[in-house]
């Protein structure tokens, strides 16, 4: 009988619990506001909820107009796994995206998410012309950059996440013990994991959605 193993990586893991997170607490709040009366006010953390995502609907109208709700939830989600993810350590998980593999994938994701909406949205022959703009020779060039693209993107962010934690090792093992125990807690942690961590997982939505943008030519588009 054959048996067999798998030996996932901590990255891997990782990403499967901060899915698992992100769906839970997708379900817990999407009940909640259903249950909420529309005529009363929202408070407490689920205002701030609230607040958060109408202020993402509108960045994303601006590149994607009256189109905006079809876009909306992939960019939405890749955002809400980016933020958990760049900030996992804090519950004592590795950061996902740190993992050279996870990484790659996440950029297959992006890829996959570009091309299939241009796809879809300007068919597949309208999409042949935009590759071939402005002349049929530079088709070769405009495939590259398209397939390089989220994979320039995805390794960013991988470099961006790995050499933070690098830096964190670094100055964890100069400190000596008590000092790097003062060090993690209250300069590392919000600098590394909290700051740098939401900053890079807002630059790469805001990265999908412009690239997103320019593959379906979405109204708004030109005007941004």
């Known amino acids: 009988m054959i048996e067999l193993t798998y030996d996932f990586s901590p990255g891997f893991k990782a990403s499967i619990v901060v899915t698992l997170i992100i769906i839970v607490l997708s379900i817990v709040v999407g009940r909640r506001i259903e249950k909420k009366d529309p005529t009363a006010p929202i408070k407490g953390p689920l205002f701030v909820v609230v607040m958060v995502f109408d202020m993402l609907n509108s960045f994303i109208k601006q590149f994607y107009g009256e189109e905006w ?9 890749v ?16 950061t996902p995206l740190a ?14 998410i570009i091309q299939v909406s241009g796809l879809i949205v300007r068919r597949p022959l309208q999409r042949f012309k935009d590759l071939s703009s402005p002349s049929v020779l530079l088709l070769p060039v405009n495939v590259i950059s398209e397939i390089s693209t989220p994979f320039a993107m995805g390794l960013r962010l991988f470099g961006n996440l790995l050499s933070g934690s690098v830096i ?12 790097s125990l003062i060090a993690t807690a209250g300069i ?7 700051g740098f961590g939401l900053i890079q997982a807002f630059v ?21």
Not at 99 to 112: E, G, K, P
Request: no cysteine; charged share 10%; proline share 3%.
């Open 69 to 77: 709700r079809r876009f909306a939830p992939i960019l939405i989600a």
């Open 79 to 94: 955002l809400m796994f980016l933020v958990f993810a760049n900030t996992a350590t804090l519950i004592g998980l590795e």
């Open 188 to 194: 590392l942690h919000p600098i590394f994991n909290l």
């Open 168 to 179: 964190a090792a670094i100055i964890f093992n100069l400190l000596g013990s008590f000092g």
């Open 204 to 224: 790469y939505f805001m990265l999908l959605t412009i690239f997103l943008a320019m593959s379906v030519e979405a109204e708004g588009v030109s005007d941004s």
């Open 99 to 112: 993992s050279f593999s996870v990484a790659i994938t996440f950029s297959i994701i992006a890829f996959l």
